[in-house]
Nanobody
Framework: QVQLVESGGGLVQAGGSLRLSCAAS????????TGWFRRAPGKEREFVAA????????YYIDSVKGRFTISRDNANNTVYLQMNSLKPEDTALYYC??????????????????WGQGTQVTVSS
């Protein structure tokens, strides 16, 4: 079993930055496909970013391309989401997810086997 715990959320002004962390425990997620999702108030949960199991490819929704970066630290078994130039529309509860599957449909929440509880990001205008 893998446990995922997100941290790093908070309140930030538009244009600011935050780095979200997703700490894994239970086993190494070094070769897992990992993703970030978010749910804004009154909206459906949406895919934000993902990295393939070998980290050869990363994917982002159009609205965050050039502003968000997914990365990892294998030594600490942690995945990050660096968020720059934040906008009020980025306000949401952010979740990380992971799966040992090499080629899941990474844009689907249901493709993952492990999920965190979320960390709140609020961007003020």
């Amino acid at each position: 079993q893998v446990q995922l715990v997100e941290s790093g959320g908070g309140l930030v002004q538009a244009g600011g930055s935050l780095r979200l962390s997703c700490a894994a425990s239970g086993r190494s997620i070094e070769t897992y496909t990992t993703g970030w999702f978010r749910r804004a108030p009154g909206k459906e949960r949406e895919f934000v970013a993902a990295a393939t199991w070998n980290w050869r490819n990363t994917y982002y929704i159009d609205s965050v391309k050039g502003r968000f970066t997914i990365s990892r630290d294998n030594a600490n078994n942690t995945v990050y989401l660096q968020m720059n130039s934040l906008k009020p529309e980025d306000t949401a509860l952010y979740y990380c997810a992971a799966t040992p599957s090499n080629y899941p449909n990474f844009r689907l929440w249901s493709s993952y086997d492990y999920w965190g509880q979320g960390t709140q990001v609020t961007v003020s205008s």
